[in-house]
């Protein structure tokens, strides 16, 4: 299912995974109960690689060293995850798990960028909602999907954008 998620397959039915496998349809439901519990797996996965990512301590004297830190850790990430992402989200509709875990990554990603924060910022509302909206999947993959920018224009607009709200 990993492979056909990345290959562009958003939301793939238990005969590809099944196909891909080189299994029969029985097979697959014998692992999993549902197309969910698939997802569910495919997201232990997907969260291993983003903790090896995110437990290392942030590095950086300045505030503007530890957020640029954080910003090359999502980019990177958010560049190898996006097919998953993609496909979670479109998935969102028909899986509680995922918006509920979607929601819980949401959540340690704020207490993340919090660490790379000056109490100052944090406190200031708009100043913290915007840099967390701009340090988003979201604002990622809308860089790089819908406004076509390369890793490194994408990367930089947040770079240039963030300086400014730390500013």
Do not use: C
């Amino acid at each position: 299912m990993l492979d056909l998620v990345q290959e562009g397959v958003m939301i793939p039915n238990a005969e590809q995974v099944a196909e891909r496998a080189e299994v029969g349809l029985r097979s697959v439901f014998r692992h999993f109960k549902d197309m969910d519990s698939l997802f569910q797996e495919l997201t232990v996965l997907i969260e291993a690689d983003a903790r090896a990512t995110f437990l290392r301590p942030i590095s950086g004297e300045t505030v503007e060293d530890k957020v640029a830190d954080l910003i090359q850790r999502r980019s990177s990430l958010y560049e190898r995850i996006s097919p998953f992402q993609l496909a979670s989200i479109a998935h969102w509709a028909k899986s509680e798990f995922l918006r509920q875990d979607a929601q819980r990554q949401a959540l340690l990603l704020r207490e993340l960028l919090k660490q790379a924060l000056s109490p100052e910022i944090i406190a200031n509302f708009e100043r913290f909602e915007a840099l967390d909206a701009l340090l988003s999947f979201s604002t990622w993959n809308r860089l790089r999907r819908q406004q076509g920018l390369d890793f490194n224009q994408a990367k930089a607009v947040i770079e240039s954008t963030v300086k400014l709200l730390i500013g």
